[in-house]
């Protein structure tokens, strides 16, 4: 099993910038991607970023509507992955999600390959 904890989450003025963070415990070594997720009140939840974590190289994904704006970063010794957000704008609100998955080489843009996920953190940012 792989618990996750999300943290970083607030309330932000357009513009400004946060950074969430996902720690990782458990059988760590089993995850092989990791990626982050948000829902707003009354949607589905949708991808935002994914990153590799097993394999080769420092793969990443960005959906559309953050590219520019958001990195996603690990760091094994941590076992933790980062989110950095800037230039937020009033529909980037959110629960934020972090979700890793122990079977797939490659990024997953959907929620149903992922196996674990974390309880979210609130991001919200006012115009």
Known sequence: QVQLVESGGGLV?????????????????????????????????EFVSGINWSW????????????????????????TVY??????KPEDTAVYYCAADRTYTRILTTTGGYDYWGQGTQVTVSS
């Open 56 to 79: 080769s190289g420092t793969g990443t994904s960005y959906a559309a509507s953050v590219k520019g704006r958001f990195t996603i970063s690990r760091d094994h010794a941590k076992n």
């Open 13 to 45: 003025q357009a513009g400004g910038s946060l950074r969430l963070s996902c720690a990782a415990s458990g059988r760590t070594s089993s995850i092989n991607g990791m990626g982050w997720f948000r829902q707003a009140p009354g949607k589905e939840r």
């Open 83 to 88: 989110l950095q957000m800037n230039s937020l």
